[in-house]
């Protein structure tokens, strides 16, 4: 039980657990955004409906702690009978967080686009539709960027959560070598500067994004 | 006949009733101005004729295609009718030529080449030629306003609408605008503009709409209706606006 830990040793499993971290957050973000872009959809949809459902949705969503939605779904889905490894349920945890707060950055920024530009296309007899993919989400888009990647910095901290279902990621490996190694400081700092080694180019290029943009206007 | 034929029409925001029932028939070729002070429901006149803000009640007609107590085919009566802003309002993420492009191709159906074909004209025709690949952003408010009077033509309205075109800009990028719309006028296009130019819709328009609380409460020939104002809430508006030789 007694191994000795280098501290090449420990940086060497933190590396490890740092990839199943940058692992979970590519995954979260990209099929949360996928997911998000549908949310956004039916939030900005005509039909009532499709509103409500997608209003809900954000709301549940933003107004819990991820922690209790990781809860739910890596215990709530074995109960019904369903065996989620710690994997399955950190990722779909994660799509789902942040498929909500995803929409809801990109429903601001449709809303964003000046009522002229909704006013112009219509008076040129275009229908929703094409407003939405000619006139509207093209701009909408430009003021999603900024916010959007500021918003991945959230994804990657998020992730640290699933530690507590047992996926062995940044943290999760740094609370085990931390009992193992009984040097809680130094691996917890390593742990943090590992966090931060990830998440402050991605503010950098989210800040450099939104001076950019608001140039570009 | 008239091209464009209002009948009895109201319309409320909200407790605000601000269109009290307005009758009024433009003829093919008319310069129609509408004139009156801020809050006698100008803009929203103009604005129902195309769909902009909806109708409580009454009719309206544009060239044979109709909305009866605001329902009908909004798509439709939109080709019929152009209209330009006060804010310009380009797409700021497309050239000046793919301004003008866009509602061609995208709801005429129109090929690109064709299309690039109508901008390139009506880009010459308000005299920005050369300005086919420029943003919006790199154009002053003058050309951009101009830019938003090609995109409008593109799609051949019979009439076109105008918000107080000139308002929102630099009073020496006005005349470039005016001018163009001087030359449509004479090339016989159908007009109907809120404007704040007294002397502009009195050389230009042949018809006079002096608008008060939600009425049409004077109309007739600009000259006439300017040198002998029937009302004295047209007089009193006249007296307040400088209408100079
Ligand atoms: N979207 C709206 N919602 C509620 N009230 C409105 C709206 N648009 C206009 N109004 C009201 O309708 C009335 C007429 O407004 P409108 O804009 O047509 O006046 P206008 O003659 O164009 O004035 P101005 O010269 O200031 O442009 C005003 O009382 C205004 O407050
Ligand atoms: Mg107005």
Redesign the pocket.
Known sequence: MFVQFSTWDIVRNLLEGGKWTLALSLIAFILGGGVGLAILFARIARNRLLQAFAKTYIEVFQGTPLLMQLFIVFFGLSLVGVDVSPWLAAALGLTLFTSAYLAEIWRGCVEAVPKGQWEASSSLALSYAQQMRHVILPQALRIAVAPTVGFSVQVVKGTAVTSIIGFAELTKTGSMLANATFQPFLVFGLVAAGYFALCYPLSLYAKSLERKFHVAR | MSLVKIAGLHKH??S?H?LKGIDLDVAQGDVVA?I????????????TINGL?TIDKGELRVDGTALHDGKGDLRALRQKVGMVFQQFNLFPHLTAGQNVMLAPTVVKGMSKRDAEDIAKEMLLKVGLAEKFDSFPDQLSGGQQQRVAIARALAMQPKVLLC??ITSALDPELVNEVLAVVRQLATEGMTLIM?T?EMRFARDVGNKLIF?HH?RIHESGDPRTVFANPQTPELANFVGSVTVAA
């Open positions: 925001f909200g605000n601000v509408l009156g002070r801020s809050g006698s429901g100008k803009s929203t006149l103009l604005r803000e918000d107080e809120v704040h608008m939600g």
